[in-house]
């Protein structure tokens, strides 16, 4: 069964200290992954795709498919990222199903 | 343009009853998927609709149903509410063949509560 895990429910870390949030997935074929991410009193937006291997506000993901992984990184935090974010996994011929990782809630101290 | 919008923002319902949710994609977009979202929980598929049609469908039981409607717009309906079916309940709307370049545009979602 597809399954996505994100083993961290919460990260806290200083200002200008490395990230790196964690994503597992479970998918035998070729799966398209992406990061969500919801700041508060907003609504959940995309942040990257690996099909586009983009840096987004600094953030980075790379697929690795050996260890079936996709973890967010970011080498400075910021306070702005402060956020909840969620791995999610999107497979299937004829139409693109979507599931999503618990998501883990960042916090970036001062 | 308004991005994927979605009424009622908060409904309160009663065990038993029947509650119908709506959206509206963004404009352009033509497929929309339907989540649950229970508190500290991440969003959980329930059925994807294009051209009108189910296409993908959860592990949710048949109390839930949808439709979608030729300008794209769709509903979620929930029969035989139970205290359970308490959760955010949000669309995404994408375009047909390109979620894996662009993913889902998010609404705000609609807050069931079930009491």
Not at chain 1, 30 to 37: A, G, I, Q
Not at chain 2, 59 to 69: E, K, T, V
């Amino acid at each position: 069964a597809q399954r996505v895990t994100q083993p961290e429910k919460l990260l806290s870390v200083f200002k200008g200290a490395p990230v790196e949030l964690k994503c597992n997935y479970s998918y035998s074929g070729s799966p398209e992954l992406f990061w969500y991410v919801q700041y508060s009193r907003q609504r959940l937006q995309l942040l990257l795709r690996h099909i586009s291997r983009e840096s987004i506000k600094g953030f980075t993901a790379d697929l690795n498919k050996g260890e079936t992984s996709f973890h967010l990184k970011k080498p400075f935090a910021q306070e702005e990222d402060s956020a909840m974010y969620y791995c999610a996994l999107a497979h299937g011929a004829g139409g693109f199903k979507t599931i999503f990782g618990a998501g883990t809630r960042l916090f970036v101290k001062a | 343009d308004a991005g994927v919008t979605q009424s009622p923002t908060h409904l309160i319902k009663t065990r038993g009853q029947q509650v119908t949710l709506r959206c509206s994609p963004k404009s352009g977009h033509d497929t929309v998927s339907w989540y649950q979202q229970a508190l500290g929980q991440g969003p959980q598929f329930i059925f994807q609709y294009y051209e009108e049609e189910e296409r993908q469908r959860g592990n949710f039981p048949d109390r839930f149903s949808g439709h979608q409607f030729p300008n794209y717009s769709s509903e979620l309906n929930v029969n035989a509410l139970l205290l359970g079916d308490s959760a955010l309940y949000l669309c995404a709307s994408s375009l047909a063949g390109r979620q894996a370049n662009y993913g889902y545009t998010f609404g705000s979602g609609t807050r069931l509560t079930v009491v």
